[in-house]
């Protein structure tokens, strides 16, 4: 249980530290500072750079993030699911699942 | 949000010979839709599970799917682009929220599934017994999902009556009206299930569509991306503050704090949506949940990414002032873009406006659909259904007349402010959102000393500050964008009451948590395990309004 709840908040926070950080500089320096007006290249700001790659840097982190609680967390709830005689409480494994 | 397009003169945006196309398309949908109605109608379905989150069997590429389709709304198709094409920078901030959105929920969803709850009732009843909590979720899903319906279908009114070419008040009216119908026939019969299609199906359709106009605008300008974006600069409003902050004019008066709080307010507000919520619950489990959000999220990125290029394609080749004609906010951008960048009279503009239009009532049908059935699962699981034992028949039909009444409410309520600005609405329902839910949730999965008192404080304070401090901000009286303009009580100087009552219903949450003699340590471990892992750790102490809860198998 400690191991699943390790891995998976460790996931959780790399994720949300990796996305917030840009996101929580990029939305102050939007609302409080000219920053972003600054022209880096033809008619294109450093705030339109920016944002394009936050929006690159979120999709990429989103699919890490899945490929990262796919690899560690879930074989730990697996293994957690298959040593303990607990009840499913989620409501879980439709006894008539369809393909969908 | 959806600014008063009849402020703006008569209009004729596509022009007459795409007309007739646009109108047959029209019938044609309203007609297949109600064929689909009619055969779901006559499969006899009284399996409540089965209506509400599909017997939680949708598979993580579907829900995925049909997730990326509920982030396609009314506001972000046209308001969103609309505001990028017309306010540049700014509008481009605002369609990177809505993709920052789906990260709330990417961290929440496995957490929201595997607690077993699928309305905020069941959610706000893991850390607190009693009906005290039920109906306090009850009374929040109503404040959300009324103010949002109202814009919706209002919205959705004056979309179709523009693109049938009879933008006047009584035809915004009638199709507000014919669109409210539709959409009760739909959130009454289709269930989870018949939605997830329509939302599934509407993603490829529109990301089809937003293709073929931007790869259109591209080859206007010589594939070259730059030369478009110099266009769009040149022809917009303010080619000096096009690509800088501080154009949107409703936002940049009332200074930069405002906008920072309408952006966080947004995210937080629009992750914890009951429809959301609702369609998180339909996973088989927990991780198929996580990876429903990540597949999700792919989808949006591509969505965003083309949203904001047909807003830029939309300034470059109609330009600004042309948008701003026709409607001061920008919510027509992506249809002039269809009608502009083909020339006049071919076959291919005509069907490219058509096909424009099939999106537009598509995501009409499908964003209130989705808010509404919502509501109505709300409505019969947490306080029609616990009126005493009733049949899954009885409980069935609650949720069917639910939809009708919360539709029946909602359209009189459109149709009465129909002339008037409802930004405000928008502005509580999100902040409501964000007010009363994501806290108690955060609290719910991660605090130990989270019990009933702090629930009931967290979520009814926040409550109340958001309806004062809506009624008292600049959206309701004092600038010339509010409801009454004339009027002068906006002594709260924000757009958003998400700004105080969001830290307010935390602060609310944690005071209200300590000063309670409840211990909740105990209960805490169950929920802990059972958000981890879907299971539940041994047996809790019995609560009879927990009718929900899920039995051993």
Known sequence: MDRLRETAHSAQRTFLVVNAVPFSVGIALSCFTDVPAATVSGNLTLGMVWGILQCALFVASAWLYEMRSTRSSDPVELSLESDAPHTDASGAAAAHRTRW | MTTDILSSGVLDPIGPDARRPVIIAFLVFIGVSLLWVFTLATADEVDPEKLYVADRSLSPAFNGWAMAGEQISVVTLLTVSGGIALFGYDGFTYALDGLITLGVLLLLGQKIRNSGHYTLGGLFSLRASGSGPRIAASTVTLAISIPLLVIQLRAAGISVALLIGLPNDATQVICTVLMGCLVACFAAVTGLRGNSFMHAAKVPITLAVLLVMTLLALSKFAW???????????????????????????????????????????????????????????????????RSMSIATGLGGVFVALLVTTGFAAAAVVGGAGIGTVDAGGQTAPILLASDVLRDGSTQR?????LMACVIFLTVLTTVTGVTFAAAVSLAHDVLARGGRRTDTEEVRALRVAAIVMCAVSLSLAAAIHR???EFLVAFAISVAASCVFPTLIYSFFWHRFNRRGLLWSVYGGLLLCALLTVFSPIVSGTEFALWPEASFDWYPFQTPGLVSVPAAFALGWLGSITSAEDSGPDFQHVQYRV??????GARPADPQRRDRPQPR
């Not at chain 2, 981890?532 to 750790?537: F, I, P």
Request: proline fraction near 9%; avoid cysteine.
């Open chain 2, 350 to 354: 005509v069907a490219l406006i058509t």
């Open chain 2, 532 to 537: 981890l892992t879907g299971r539940e750790l």
């Open chain 2, 224 to 290: 070259d991306p730059g030369v478009l974006l110099s266009a769009a600069v040149k022809n917009s409003v303010a080619p000096d503050a096009y690509l800088k902050p501080g154009l949107w004019p409703y936002t940049a008066r009332l200074g930069s704090l405002n906008t920072f709080g309408n952006h966080v307010v947004f995210i937080l507000g629009t992750a914890v949506m009951p429809p959301m919520i609702l369609r998180i619950g339909a996973s088989r489990t927990g991780r198929a949940a996580r």
């Open chain 2, 420 to 422: 008037y600005p409802n």
